[in-house]
Each structure stands twice: as C-alpha cells, then as structure tokens.
C-alpha cells in the first residue's frame, strides 16, 4: 500500500545469552505459519540466503544464530537484505538475468547483535547496518529470561517447554486467518488506524525531533502496532490480547530499544560527540591552560611536546581552543572534518563567526583563527 512509508526489510534481532528462551520466541513466532522447520538458520551462504528470502516474500523470514554468520560476509548480507534484491547476473549468452526481490518481516535471535559481529572483523558498524539490523535485548529478567511473566507455571524453563510443545502442535491457522481479514479491509481504513497508530507512537515518545535513523526504527514499530491491533480480541480475533495489552507490549520494547540506543539521537552522532570530548579530556596536559587569552606560564617540570591550543574553565563549561591544523589532523582523524564540524555546530558546540569560519582569538599576544569548542560540564551531552 503506497501510504506505508518505505522503510525497507529490516531484521530484528533479540539478543542475549543461551538458555534465556529466544529460541522459544522465536517457535511461537514461527508457528503462526507453520511448524519448527518455518526457521531458517543463519549459516548458509549469502547466494542461498537470497533463494530462501525470495521464497518467503510478503511473510515472515525467521533466522536463528546471528553468530554464525561469517563476520567477513555480515555487513553485505545485512544491506543485501534491507535493499529487497539479490545480486545482479549474467545467463551463459551474456544477456542480465532477473534478479531475486523479495519483501519481509525478518525475525532473528543470537546470543552477539550485529555491532559484535561486525567488530569481529576489526571494523565498526555504522547508523546504515544498524538500521537495517535492530539489536534488542531479549532477557528481561535474570530470573525469567525473556519472560516477564510465567502464567502460573514455577519456572521460565517449564513455560518454555510449554510454549514449544503448543508451538509444534498448533502451528500455520493465524497468519492465514490474519490474511484473509485483512484482505477485505478498505485500504482507507488502514491508512487510518496506521496514522492513528503512528500518532500514538511518536505522541508517546515526543519523537517529533528525533532523528532520521529513530524514525525509521519508530515507522516500523507504528506498523507493528497497527498489526497487532488488527489482530487483536476487538477486531480480527487472531490473538486474545485486548489493543491496551498490545500496545503497552510493543511501547515497552520500543522504550527499551531507544534506552539501548542511548536516546532519540543517532548513533553516530552520539559516538562522534563522545568521541571529541573524550579525545579533548585525555589530551588536556597538550592544552596550555588560559584565563581571558591569557595562557599560563609553565614551570620547568612540565614540558608540551606537541601544544594542541589552550583550554580555559568556566563554572559550567570548559573552552577548548584548539589550532586549526590539529583538529582537522589530529582530533577528525577517525571521522569526516565535514562531518564534526557539522555535528558539533548542530550541537552547540562550535563556537563559529556568522559566515561558519572559526572565530579569531588573541594568546601569548598573538591573534589567530581557533577552532573553538565548547563542552557543558553541568548538563553533559544528550
């Protein structure tokens, strides 16, 4: 439906250690369209992986074992899967053949999330794969593992097993029944209850300046929450959960999946920021200290084998004002110069003449440019 935003195949991944029941989730997943043999393993090759995603278009993909994806592979297989098609080929007459297309849901377990997995190569994952594969913490208690609640039965472990026999016996009847409701829906309806239900989600998590990654991640969580409300006792009947129970379900791993990503910002943000602030407090002994431009006198016992500027401390902020050359040399060199500036900017934190230019400053009599940052020492980084 053209009203949906393009949010593309994304993977959700629960993670956490053996023996906490993501297997079990991933079975009851599984068994609202078929039986055990519904979940796929990860440890095929990345051409074979392209049949079965093909295979399972417009339904659910169910892959368990993130680790044994091989690490090299990992990041192409993720991007692969989240831009919907395979890869291009040619027929032995030369001529291009079509390419596998599909368009999933993919639910994933593995005891490391994709970031782990991908640093196992000594790299690191970027806001792209992290999109396209969401990492979720399964285990909510260390008590209960995935579960919160037990039903009655003594332990997690017996809910478990409980859930897996139901699971093998009852499988395949409610994503049919699901289907064929839904398919006699009047697609403005739809519209509706998916606006509706978006609404709800960014109402709730005020995520109206929430960044672009979180707002895809939020796109497809309204989906989720307009499904389940479709599906619910008030309407198709498919689960006995009433739309309150669904939708408090869905907020709480939506709430925890932004505490895990450390807020409504993007990732890379975040990172880039810690980062600069970081580098500049593990290299303050490189920084001549300063009050009013003017910079302080050092004793004989302390010597600056590289000066990176000067630093001066304010009551709730410290000033660093860095020489051109070293921030752009030293502090970008992990990151994109273009790419700090404009984060930091954005933060308030670059201290910038009207046209952008870093402002000029006057130390040890000299007037120079200074790449000026400000760091607030009262309410930290958001």
Known sequence: MKFFPTIGTTVINLTGKSSIGKTTALRVA????????????????????EGVASYHNDSLLILDELSQIDAKKARDIIYMLGNEQGKGRMRSDATLRESKRWRISILSSGEVGIADKIEEEGKKAKGGILVRCIDIDAQVSEEFGIFNILHNFPSGAEFSNYLKVQATEYHGVAAEAFVEHLSKEDPETIKKLYDDARQRLFKEFELQDADCQTLRIAEMFALYLMAGFLASADRYGVFTHNPEGIESAIFAVFKRLLEDRGGKKSCEEQEIVQYIIDFLMQHEASFKKSQNGISEILPETRVILKCFGYVEKRLNEVIYYVFPTVFKEDICKKYSFKTVRKILSKKDMLDTDKDGKDKKAIFDGKRARMTTIIVNTKDGVD
Do not use: E, M, P, Y
């Open 30 to 49: 599984a068994s609202l369209w078929g039986n055990n043999k519904f979940i796929k393993q990860w440890r095929v090759t990345d051409n074979a992986l």
